[in-house]
Every structure is written in structure tokens, then in C-alpha cells.
């Protein structure tokens, strides 16, 4: 069964760092997200992706975000100058256009702790 | 603010005995999905509603999305310790938009 699958699956990181995290999507599918869920609270939309440009952000992905999709298969999220607010879980996920329906297929996570 | 209101946050009951869970908006949907998520794991989805008044079921849960498609419950019939984890609805204004989480609902089935 096609998933989403995301890397590294734990990432530890100092303040001011840079990181970047990978995912790679369902292959037929066209749109994609980043979520992140700070432990013990609910899963937040960061960012939606479609044909090679940023559709939606919410005030989270603020100027320190970003995503790229450098090939015909990555899509990653980068965070320039991380903060330890920014420990979280960072999900990303994949959805089919063209069905009329949003079905997002999440990934297992990546798990950030900034130190 | 986009709200989904998910009740209640926590459920304990006994192995055998039915519950429901809600979830509520004062928005309009075309869609409305349910996960379920494990602990340190991504949601996993269940399912996916779109009509107003629909009714789905898989195995012993079945969900409902609102005539107005403003809220939705799942209910599961005869509980099994293996339905312990956290519920999410989620839902979508549109169909290649953003999907909104509510805050879940973490059951717990007691053997």
C-alpha cells in the first residue's frame, strides 16, 4: 500500500541551527502538507503545496519556514534558525487532487527536539 | 477562528459497551475525515465524509456527518481494548484546501 514516509524519524538539534526535513509523498499524489503537533497538544496546519508553489501557510510558517520541492519526489520543510519552541512532531502529508475530496495521507513523523 | 470541537476529550469504559463521540463547527464542510492516532505515530485515517446526512461504517464504528455538514460522531458498537487511541476529526472548506484538526477525543477501553 503507497504511504508517505518521512525522515530522519528523530531529530535533535541546538538552538540557531538550521534543519531540514524530509518527506517523500504518495507518488500519483499532486498536493502536500506540513503539520506539526507540540506534544500533548492537537495537530496544527503549517503549510499546503501545490504545483510547485506555496497554496496556504497559517501564521506558524512565519519567515523561518520553508519548503522546497527540489525533485520529482522530495518535499521538505526547512527550518533556518531553529527555536526550542519549535520541538514538536512535524507531519507531513499527501492528498489526490482531482477527486473532489480532501484525503490527506499523513506520514509517521518526524520527531524535532531543539536543545 | 476555524474551530472543531471534539467531545468528550476523554472516555474510559468497559470492554462491551457502546460509545459516541462528537465533533462539532459552527462551519460549513464539504468534507470532514476521521484519524485515529497512536502515540508517537502519525493519524492514520479512517474515513471520509462528504454528504450531508451520510453514514458510513467500518466494522463495529460508524460515522455520521450533520445534515448541514456543520458536525460529525463516531460511534463504536461493542468496544474492544484494541479501539484504545486518540480520535481526530479533521476537516476541509474546500477540495484541495487546508485540513483542520479538532483536539481529539483519547479513549480508553478496559478490558
Known amino acids: 500500500e503507497p504511504e508517505v514516509t518521512q525522515t530522519p524519524s528523530h531529530q535533535v538539534t541546538q538552538m540557531g541551527q538550521e534543519v531540514i526535513l524530509r518527506c517523500v509523498p504518495i507518488?500519483?499524489?499532486?498536493?502536500f502538507y506540513w503539520y506539526r503537533q507540540i506534544l500533548g497538544q492537537k495537530v496544527e496546519f503549517l503549510v499546503s503545496?501545490?504545483?510547485?508553489?506555496?497554496?496556504?501557510k497559517s501564521e506558524i510558517f512565519d519567515d523561518q519556514f520553508s519548503v522546497e520541492r527540489p525533485d520529482g519526489s522530495n518535499f521538505t520543510l526547512k527550518i533556518r534558525s531553529t527555536k526550542l519552541e519549535d520541538s514538536a512532531m512535524y507531519f507531513c502529508?499527501?492528498?489526490?487532487?482531482?477527486?473532489?475530496?480532501?484525503?490527506?495521507?499523513f506520514g509517521q513523523g518526524t520527531r524535532l527536539t531543539v536543545v | 477562528t476555524q474551530l472543531l470541537e471534539q467531545s468528550p476529550q476523554f472516555l474510559s469504559i468497559q470492554e462491551g459497551e457502546n460509545l459516541t463521540v462528537y465533533c462539532n463547527s459552527s462551519?460549513?464542510?464539504?468534507?470532514l475525515q476521521w484519524y485515529r492516532q497512536e502515540p508517537g505515530e502519525g493519524p492514520v485515517l479512517l474515513v471520509t465524509?462528504?454528504?450531508?446526512?451520510e453514514v458510513k461504517k467500518l466494522k463495529r464504528l460508524t460515522f455520521q456527518f450533520g445534515d448541514a455538514r456543520k458536525d460529525s460522531s463516531l460511534h463504536i458498537t461493542a468496544a474492544q481494548p484494541g479501539d484504545t487511541g486518540l480520535y481526530l476529526c479533521?476537516?476541509?472548506?474546500?477540495?484541495?484546501?487546508?485540513?483542520?484538526f479538532g483536539s481529539g477525543t483519547r479513549l480508553s477501553i478496559r478490558p
Open positions: 502529508a499527501s492528498s489526490a487532487l482531482g477527486t473532489g475530496v480532501t484525503e490527506a495521507f
Open positions: 507518488s500519483n499524489h499532486l498536493y
Open positions: 503545496f501545490y504545483n510547485n508553489e506555496i497554496s496556504e
Open positions: 462551519s460549513v464542510f464539504s468534507s
Open positions: 465524509v462528504v454528504t450531508g446526512g
Open positions: 479533521a476537516g476541509a472548506y474546500s477540495s484541495a484546501s487546508k485540513i483542520i
